[in-house]
């Protein structure tokens, strides 16, 4: 059974960082892409990050651009996104999930999902 689990989300002041971890089992993960998204209350979940398969291509959402990071450590099977001067607008559930394609896609694509990790930034 493919499963994939979100962890390291928080509770964390304005300017702090966090690392999420994406966690696979059942899977290798280097063989799928893999996507970051978010949601916060009242509002559509959204797509953060991404890494296609192999790690050769990344995307970001404007509004964390230079401020997150994805990296790969297949070694782990493990996808990681590292967080970097975190503002209240970051406030969201993170979730991971996973698709077959070569590099990244829309959130309608991915055909497994964790069940999320909160992060939530203020002061």
């Known amino acids: 059974q493919l499963r994939l689990a979100e962890s390291g989300g928080g509770l964390v002041q304005p300017g702090e960082s966090l690392r999420l971890s994406c966690a696979a089992s059942?899977?290798?993960?280097?063989?799928?892409?893999i996507g970051w998204f978010r949601q916060a209350p009242g509002k559509e979940r959204e797509g953060v990050s991404c890494?296609?398969?192999?790690?050769?291509?990344?995307n970001y959402a404007d509004s964390v651009k230079g401020r997150f990071t994805i990296t790969r450590d297949n070694a782990k099977n493990t996808v990681y996104l590292q967080m970097n001067s975190l503002k209240p607008e970051d406030t969201a559930v993170y979730y991971c999930a996973a698709g077959t394609f070569y590099y990244c896609s829309g959130r309608y694509d991915y055909d497994t999902w964790g069940r999320g990790t909160q992060v939530t930034v203020s002061s």
């Open positions: 059942g899977f290798t993960l280097e063989d799928y892409a």
């Open positions: 890494i296609g398969r192999r790690g050769g291509f990344t």
